[in-house]
Structure formats: structure tokens, C-alpha cells
């Protein structure tokens, strides 16, 4: 922004400024009175940087300052004045008025007041005096078009920071509401393998570790591979195994193109998640079926999963509304997000597709 500024002043000053002063005709300034010329001049630079710097950033700024930037703007206005008072004064030549002939001496009549021609001293001050005013308002317009430009980029750069500065927040919040449940779930599992003294609990700590230590390294990235995001959700997927029966189906498919595939951590953790919690029966056939598939810059992920009795219409769905919210942020109008009945009664399906076009 301030190279931009810099810029835009040396062709104000180098270009606009001499080129207006070249193509006006006040040329005849120089010669006139050039110690006149040289101070107007002057004096338009001083009044192109006083309304830029000074006087624009006052007036246009709601704050207890504005009132300077009106006093100076007037003090600016009475200088001008004191220009166009100057009394420097155009000859007749020059302006395409040329003076009447005298008349012939054999038709000589004596002179009529009507004859007069106008006083040329006033009427070359008053166009002088149009011409100072001219050139004043001229520049005062462009510096105040170049300051609403300035003004409204600065609001669109304020606003767009604003904008980011939401969307981490709102990411931050719904990374802090998928970590504590999915903690809280999975030390569950944990617990119930302790309490039945069951030899999967040492597989289950270890698999319990290395998610921890995989949430904790990636929490704060913005992006992971897609191979570590896979190895994640293999190990949570083991992990509920552990607490499983041969009455449960869990299945977890994948293929990739690309092992270094970019997306953000824990996106699929929430969908996986409620697969487990409303998907399981702990005595009656369930199944859980997750698949997922990256193929250039498109990923699919499903979850097919059974309904338990259990849960039926006790899910609140914040938690997929959590995570739609952080699809709205992470990749606006780039997924498809399906939430809902699968085919045959007592079955749920989610269905995300991701149109990363740089993957």
C-alpha cells in the first residue's frame, strides 16, 4: 500500500501536475511575473500533499480530529483567495481579440463614448483570477478521488482481515469441541477394557498414545497428508475394535493417488465418530463401513453405519453441524456434504465429496 502511494504521487507530481499546467494557457505567468508563477505553482504541490496527507485522513476519519482538517481545509481555501487577489494582469495579445483599425483620415468623425474598448487591465485579471480557482479545484478533486479510493481499500483490507480473523476463531472453537469428545469416547473405550481386565487394554493404551501424540503434534496445522490423516483414523478404527463383538461388522477402505493429498486434520474424525456412538448395538447385528477414495484433487469419504435402537432420534447432529461449518470456511463452494438415510430402514450415510483443485 504505501509503494502504491509512492507511486501514485511521483505521477501526480511528475505527470498530471505539469501536463494540467502545460495544457492551460498561463505560460504567459512566466513571463508576466515568474516570481508569482513559481509560488503558485508551489503552492498547488502544497495543497495536492496538505489535502492527501493531512486534510483527507482528518475529514474522512470519524474521530475528535476532523475539525483540524476543516480549519486547515479553510486555511487552504483563504490562501487560494490571496492567489486570485494578485493583481497580475494579460496583455491583449494573444487572446484572438485583435484591436479595430483607426478609422481612415478622410472619414476622421469625432470619437463616441460607445466607441470605447472595455478596460483589457480588468478583464485579463478576472480571467487570471478563473484560472487560479480552476486550478485549485482541479486538484482538491483529484485528491479527494484518490482518497475515497485509498479509504475504500483500506475498509476492504480491514474487512477481509476481520473475515480471517473470524474464520480462525470459529476453527479454533470447533477443533476445541471435536478434541475434548473424541478424548472423553475414547478413554471411555479404555475404561471399559480396565474394568473387564481384557488383554486388548495394552493394544488399546498403545493405540490410544499414538492418536494423542498425532492430535497433539497436528492440532495447530493448518494442513497434513492425507497418508497421516489415513494412519489416524486406522488407528481409532482398531481402537473400537477392541470393544467390539462378533455381532459387529466394522470395515475401513481406502485408495489414494496421492499419499501427500493436503487436507485439514481431524476433518473426518467427527463423521467416524458418531459412525461408533449411534452406529453400535452392544447385543443386536451392527456394522460400521467407512470408505475413502482420492483420486487427483477429488476426495470421497462415506460412512454407511447401522442405526442401534439405542440411539434412535437422540443425536443432537452438532457435531455434524460443526464440522459443515468448518467446511463452509476451509473450502467454500469445493464439497458436497450429504447427512441422512442410506438405503434400507435403520441405516445412516454421510457422504463427502472434496473438489480441491490444488491437492
Known amino acids: 500500500m504505501k509503494s502504491y502511494s509512492l507511486y501514485t504521487d511521483l505521477v501526480i507530481c511528475g505527470l498530471a501536475l505539469p501536463l494540467m499546467l502545460y495544457l492551460f494557457p498561463i ?14 505553482v508551489g503552492w498547488l504541490y502544497l495543497t495536492y500533499f496538505g489535502y492527501k496527507y493531512y486534510i483527507l485522513p482528518r475529514v474522512l476519519m470519524p474521530h475528535s480530529r476532523r475539525m483540524r482538517g476543516l480549519m486547515v481545509m479553510a486555511l487552504s481555501v483563504i490562501g487560494t483567495l490571496v492567489f486570485a487577489s494578485y493583481p497580475i494582469h494579460t496583455p491583449w495579445e494573444g487572446h484572438g481579440r485583435p484591436r479595430p483599425l483607426p478609422p481612415p483620415a478622410w472619414n ?14 480588468e478583464w485579463g485579471m478576472r480571467l487570471n483570477q478563473q484560472a487560479v480557482w480552476l486550478y485549485y479545484i482541479i486538484v ?61 487394554a495394552t493394544t488399546a493404551l498403545e493405540y490410544f498414545i499414538g492418536i494423542v501424540r498425532y492430535m497433539y503434534q497436528n492440532a495447530h ?50 463423521f467416524v465418530e458418531n459412525a461408533f456412538k449411534y452406529g453400535l448395538s452392544a447385543d443386536c447385528p451392527s456394522f460400521v463401513h467407512m470408505s475413502l477414495v482420492q483420486h487427483g484433487g477429488e476426495l470421497h469419504f462415506s460412512v454407511t453405519n447401522s442405526i442401534a435402537r439405542s440411539h434412535t432420534g437422540n443425536s443432537s447432529g452438532k457435531g ?40
Open 140 to 200: 482538491v478533486m483529484l485528491c479527494f478521488g484518490l482518497g475515497m479510493e485509498h479509504r475504500a481499500s483500506c475498509l476492504r483490507m480491514q474487512s477481509d482481515r476481520l473475515e480471517n480473523e473470524r474464520n480462525q476463531a470459529e476453527l479454533a472453537l470447533y477443533k476445541a469441541q471435536i478434541n475434548p469428545h473424541f478424548l472423553f469416547n475414547t478413554l471411555n473405550t479404555i475404561y471399559g477394557l480396565l474394568i473387564s481386565r481384557s488383554e486388548k
Open 27 to 40: 505560460e504567459r505567468w512566466w513571463g508576466l511575473n515568474p516570481v508569482f508563477f513559481l509560488l503558485f
Open 221 to 270: 496445522r493448518e494442513m497434513v497428508t492425507l497418508s497421516e490423516e489415513i494412519a489416524y483414523l486406522r488407528h481409532y478404527t482398531e481402537l473400537q475394535k477392541l470393544r467390539t463383538t462378533d455381532v459387529h461388522d466394522i470395515s475401513f477402505t481406502y485408495h489414494t493417488d496421492n499419499s501427500a493429498y493436503a487436507l485439514p486434520p481431524m476433518l473426518l474424525t467427527t
Open 108 to 121: 476622421m468623425a469625432p470619437p463616441s463614448p460607445h466607441d470605447d474598448i472595455p478596460d483589457l487591465p
Open 320 to 359: 455434524i453441524e460443526n464440522c459443515r461449518q468448518r467446511l463452509n470456511l476451509l473450502y467454500p463452494g469445493r464439497f458436497d456434504l450429504y447427512t441422512g438415510p442410506g438405503d434400507g430402514d435403520g441405516v445412516y450415510n454421510v457422504s463427502l465429496n472434496l473438489h480441491n483443485p490444488t491437492p
